[in-house]
C-alpha cells in the first residue's frame, strides 16, 4: 500500500507540474514582466476640450461634436449610434445596428474626427459576438468571442479574440487569440492593450504587434475593469488598482490601491464592468457612479486631492476619499445629468435637455455653462482631460454651492426616486449648525409622504446634533397642537423632550413648554 501510495503521489505531482507548464496563465502576477510591459507604454495626450453628444428629438438621431472652449457645435452627423463613443487622435469610433436592422451593435464605425464623415466600417462575423472597443492613437482595438467547435458530450465553448484595425482605413492589422472566451471590453493607453480575462485576469497586449507581454493576476478583487488615463492603466472592480509591478498580483495592501471611504447610499461603481457588453451602451449607469482621478508617484497612487465625486442623476457630491466627510454638493434644478466626467481639473456634465456645465472640482462653484436649445441628449462622451474654462468664453461663474441649502433643496424634492439620498441629506444637516436647520427637520417630522427610514433619520439628527441655537425652535415645536382638518399631526413630544435634554443647560428655555405639552395633547 506504501508503494502504490508513493506512485500516486508520483504521478500526481508530475501531473500538476505539466498542467503548470503548459498552463496559458503560467506568468501571471510577474512583477518582471509587467515592469517591462509598462515601460513600453507612453502617456497620453491632453484632450481636445471637445465634447461628442448622441442626439436625438425632431431632428432625428444624429452625432455631434462641441467644442467647449469656444462654446459652439462643431459639426452634426445623422447617426444611429448604440454603443459608446471611443475618442482617438484623428478617429472616432461607435457602434451601429446594421442595414437589415437587426438588433444589437454588430458593426463598428469609423468617423474623422474634425467633420465626423464616415471613414470605414466594419461588419462582425455572424459568429462574433463584440465585447468591446479601445481607440489608441489612429488604432482601434476590438475584442469579440468566437464560438468554439463543438465537442461530443462537452458543453459549447467559446474563444476570446483581440483585434487591430487601422484607425483610417479599417485593414485589420493583427488579431491575437486570448487564453480564454471569458473575456472583456479593452483598454489602451501609449502602446499598450489591456484585456481582462476569466474575472481574474488582465492580459497586456504589445499595441503594434498583438504579442502578449504580461499578465495580472488579481487575487484579492475581481478584475471587472480595465480603465486607461493620462495617469496610468487601471484595474479593478469594488476598488481600483493602479496597473504596476507592485499591483501584478492585485493585493489590496499594495501602494497602488484605492477605495474610497463613501456613504451607504453609494453604489461603488467606479468603471463599466467590461464583461456586460450592455454596459457599453449609454444608460442610466452613466448618470449612477463615481468620478475620479488619482496622482500617481511611482507605484504609489491616491485620489486627485484626496477628492471622489459622486453623480446620481440631478446631484453630485464631493467626498473626502479618505474620511468620507461630505466637502460640497451641487444640485441641478430642472434635468438629470445624462454624462459626466472628471477631467482633473473641472467636473463637466451634460443634461438630457441640452445643457453642458462645469463644476470646479475643488469647490463645486459653477465654471462653465453652455446650452444646445432645442437638443435632446441621449449620451455624452467628453475629450476634455485637463480641461479649465476659459473667462467670458460661454462661461457663467457662480459661487461654490452652499451645502446646507442643497440639502434642503434636496428634502424639499418631489422626485421619487431619491430616498436614499433623502436620508442622507437629513444625516448630513444634523451636522450643520443654525436654527433654519433644526426648522428644517422639525418640518421633516411633520412630512406624511417621507420614507419612514427619512422620518427616523430626522429624529435621530435633532436629537444627535446638540445645536444650542435651537432650543427655541424646539419650544416653539412643542406648543403645535394636532389639526386633523389640516392635517396636522401632534408634534413628536417624547423625541422634541429628547432632544432639549441633549442640550443640556441650553434647553432649560424650553422646560415650561415641555411641562404645557401633556395638557395640549388631552
Request: include cysteine; glycine fraction near 10%.
Amino acid at each position: 500500500m506504501r508503494s502504490l501510495w508513493a506512485r500516486f503521489v508520483v504521478v500526481a505531482a508530475l501531473t500538476v507540474a505539466a498542467g503548470c507548464a503548459t498552463s496559458p496563465f503560467k506568468r501571471a502576477g510577474n512583477a518582471d514582466d509587467v515592469a517591462a510591459a509598462l515601460a513600453r507604454s507612453r502617456p497620453a495626450a491632453g484632450g481636445r476640450n471637445v465634447v461628442f453628444l448622441v442626439l436625438g428629438g425632431t431632428a432625428g438621431p444624429r452625432l455631434g461634436a462641441f467644442d467647449l472652449t469656444a462654446s459652439k457645435l462643431l459639426w452634426t452627423q445623422p447617426a444611429e449610434v448604440t454603443t459608446r463613443v471611443e475618442v482617438g487622435a484623428s478617429v472616432i469610433v461607435h457602434g451601429a445596428r446594421p442595414a437589415t436592422g437587426a438588433p444589437g451593435a454588430a458593426l463598428i464605425v469609423a468617423r474623422d474626427i474634425g467633420n465626423g464623415a464616415v471613414l470605414w466600417q466594419h461588419p462582425l462575423a455572424s459568429n462574433e459576438r463584440l465585447l468591446g472597443y479601445a481607440v489608441d492613437g489612429d488604432t482601434v482595438f476590438m475584442v469579440v468571442a468566437v464560438p468554439g467547435q463543438p465537442q461530443p458530450g462537452a458543453p459549447r465553448s467559446s474563444s476570446g479574440m483581440a483585434i487591430a484595425l487601422d484607425g483610417r482605413t479599417g485593414v485589420e492589422r493583427w488579431r491575437h487569440t486570448l487564453p480564454s472566451g471569458r473575456v472583456a471590453g479593452p483598454a489602451a493607453r501609449g502602446g499598450l492593450v489591456a484585456v481582462p480575462v476569466e474575472s481574474q485576469y488582465v492580459i497586456l497586449l504589445d499595441g503594434a504587434t498583438g504579442m502578449e507581454l504580461a499578465q495580472v493576476l488579481s487575487t484579492q478583487e475581481a478584475a471587472t475593469f480595465v480603465r486607461a488615463l493620462p495617469e496610468g492603466l487601471f484595474y479593478g472592480s469594488r476598488g481600483i488598482f493602479l496597473l504596476a509591478p507592485s499591483t501584478a498580483r492585485g493585493l489590496r495592501d499594495a501602494p497602488g490601491y484605492l477605495r474610497a471611504t463613501l456613504p451607504p447610499f453609494v453604489r461603488p461603481f467606479y468603471w463599466y464592468d467590461l464583461y456586460r457588453p450592455e454596459q457599453a451602451e449609454y444608460s442610466a449607469i452613466d448618470r449612477n457612479r463615481i468620478l475620479w482621478r488619482a496622482m500617481v508617484d511611482g507605484d504609489r497612487a491616491r485620489f486627485r486631492d484626496d477628492l471622489a465625486v459622486v453623480h446620481d442623476f440631478r446631484y453630485f457630491f464631493a467626498f473626502d476619499a479618505r474620511s468620507g466627510a461630505l466637502r460640497w454638493a451641487f444640485d441641478h434644478p430642472t434635468s438629470d445629468a445624462i454624462a459626466s466626467t472628471d477631467t482633473g481639473r473641472t467636473i463637466l456634465f451634460v443634461t438630457a435637455d441640452g445643457e453642458i456645465g462645469g463644476l470646479d472640482a475643488t469647490t463645486g462653484a459653477r465654471v462653465y455653462q453652455a446650452r444646445l436649445p432645442g437638443e435632446m441628449v441621449r449620451g455624452a462622451t467628453f475629450d476634455a482631460d485637463g480641461f479649465a474654462a476659459p473667462p467670458g468664453a460661454g462661461t457663467v461663474l457662480a459661487p461654490a454651492p452652499d451645502t446646507v441649502s442643497v440639502l434642503l433643496s434636496i428634502l424639499g424634492d418631489r422626485d421619487k426616486r431619491f430616498p436614499d439620498v433623502q436620508v442622507f441629506a437629513i444625516g448630513e444637516l444634523g451636522h450643520q449648525p443654525g436654527p433654519e436647520v433644526t426648522a428644517k427637520l422639525l418640518q421633516v417630522l411633520s412630512q406624511e409622504d417621507l420614507p419612514p427610514l427619512a422620518t427616523q433619520k430626522a429624529g435621530e439628527a435633532l436629537i444627535e446634533r446638540r445645536d444650542m441655537s435651537s432650543a427655541a425652535s424646539l419650544s416653539l415645536a412643542l406648543r403645535g397642537h394636532a389639526d386633523y382638518a389640516e392635517g396636522r399631526p401632534a408634534p413628536p413630544v417624547e423625541l422634541l423632550a429628547r432632544a432639549i435634554a441633549a442640550l443640556g443647560p441650553a434647553g432649560t428655555v424650553a422646560l415650561p413648554e415641555l411641562a404645557e405639552a401633556p395638557r395640549r395633547r388631552r
